[in-house]
Nanobody, 126 residues
């Protein structure tokens, strides 16, 4: 059984940083792409960043490329999302997902996920 659990969300001031963690279990990681998505109140879910587990291929939504960094630690079954220079418009619930044999671009742009975590809330406010 595939399980995805996110952590690291919270309240942060504008300009601050947060690192989100996504721990997965029950998957053969080399076949899966892992992605971070977010959904703000009243808005559709959007892709933030995606990464393969078989190599270091990554994809970022254009507006986040300079502020967010996705990385992985396969020994810990964990994918991280480092978020810097946070803005109020980054406020959302952030979700992690795993997708089987999917390119990073497809996963992040079409919002593909075979398994999803429950999400972690990020609030950027002074």
């Amino acid at each position: 059984q595939v399980q995805i659990v996110e952590s690291g969300g919270g309240l942060v001031q504008p300009g601050g940083s947060l690192t989100l963690s996504c721990v997965d279990s029950g998957i053969t990681r080399k076949y899966y792409t892992i992605g971070w998505f977010r959904q703000a109140p009243g808005k559709e879910r959007e892709g933030v960043a995606c990464i393969t587990n078989s190599d270091d291929d990554t994809y970022y939504k254009d507006s986040m490329k300079e502020r967010f960094t996705i990385s992985r630690d396969n020994a810990k079954n964990t994918v991280y999302l480092q978020m810097n220079s946070l803005k109020p418009e980054d406020t959302a619930v952030y979700y992690c997902a795993a997708a089987y044999i999917t390119t990073v671009e497809a996963m992040c742009t079409i919002i593909i996920g075979d398994a999803w975590g429950p999400g972690t809330r990020v609030t950027v406010s002074s």
